[in-house]
């Protein structure tokens, strides 16, 4: 069976004492009511902070009609399901290119026939989310549930350093998400150079 959002907080629930749930709710059990305001702020924050490999997308967006009054030639509107933007580049294959955000807006200078695709965060289906990302969330989740629900600090500080280490890992194991990268190794300043890269 898929994993869903209310799996992952039913763990999060069951790991500070409390009860699992079946539903996020303003209206229903105080678990339903804490996870209906807590559960997705928690997801935001933890995408938000990481280029993760299984979180990146990169859209197409559209340019506006009016040019920015600023130094930069275009304006180009973000995708509405981005959770972090990484980076701005020409064409799928293109490298990227300098750019500057503001609201929901990219400021760039491209030329107006030239595609301009966000390499961005987004939030994909429970199901595909991998184990490490599922347990950071779970305990996060525990962390910002533990006092509202059980009126524990000392239990809330340490889910907190649970977190910052669920973190670290799956950090580690996201970066392994994709082919090494290799440096070509030149000359006496190349290690340098590589470092640098």
Same mark, same amino acid.
């Given at each position: 069976?898929?994993?869903?959002?209310?799996?992952?907080?039913?763990?999060?629930?069951?790991?500070?004492?409390?009860?699992?749930?079946?539903?996020?709710?303003?209206? =229903?059990? /105080? +678990?339903?009511?804490?996870?209906? %305001?807590? &559960?997705?702020?928690? $997801?935001?924050? #933890?995408?938000?902070? @990481?280029?993760?490999?299984?979180?990146?997308?990169?859209?197409?967006?559209?340019?506006?009609?009016?040019?920015?009054?600023?130094?930069?030639?275009?304006?180009?509107?973000?995708?509405?399901?981005?959770?972090?933007?990484?980076?701005?580049?020409?064409?799928?294959?293109?490298?990227?290119?300098?750019?500057?955000?503001?609201?929901?807006?990219?400021?760039?200078?491209? =030329?107006? /026939? +030239?595609?301009?695709?966000?390499? %961005?965060? &987004?939030?994909?289906? $429970?199901?595909? #989310?991998?184990?490490? @990302?599922?347990?950071?969330?779970?305990?996060?989740?525990?962390?910002?549930?533990?006092?509202?629900?059980?009126?524990?600090?000392?239990?809330?500080?340490?889910?907190?350093?649970?977190?910052?280490?669920?973190?670290?890992?799956?950090?580690?194991?996201?970066?392994?998400?994709?082919?090494?990268?290799?440096?070509?190794?030149?000359?006496?300043?190349?290690?340098?150079?590589?470092?640098?890269?």
């Amino acid at each position: 069976m898929a994993l869903t959002n209310f799996d992952i907080a039913s763990s999060a629930l069951v790991m500070i004492g409390a009860n699992p749930v079946t539903a996020f709710s303003s209206s =229903g059990t /105080t +678990e339903e009511i804490a996870c209906y %305001h807590l &559960y997705q702020s928690c $997801v935001d924050h #933890w995408l938000s902070l @990481f280029p993760w490999r299984f979180a990146t997308k990169v859209t197409q967006m559209p340019r506006d009609a009016v040019k920015p009054s600023t130094q930069w030639q275009a304006s180009y509107t973000l995708p509405s399901n981005m959770r972090a933007l990484q980076a701005v580049r020409i064409g799928l294959s293109g490298s990227d290119i300098p750019f500057d955000r503001f609201e929901n807006k990219v400021l760039c200078n491209a =030329g107006l /026939t +030239e595609p301009v695709y966000a390499v %961005h965060t &987004y939030e994909p289906p $429970v199901a595909w #989310w991998p184990g490490y @990302f599922v347990q950071l969330i779970e305990v996060s989740l525990a962390e910002k549930l533990a006092f509202p629900l059980s009126a524990k600090l000392d239990l809330q500080t340490k889910l907190g350093q649970q977190s910052e280490y669920f973190f670290r890992l799956a950090k580690n194991a996201d970066s392994r998400q994709q082919t090494s990268r290799r440096f070509k190794v030149t000359g006496r300043n190349s290690i340098m150079e590589a470092r640098r890269a």
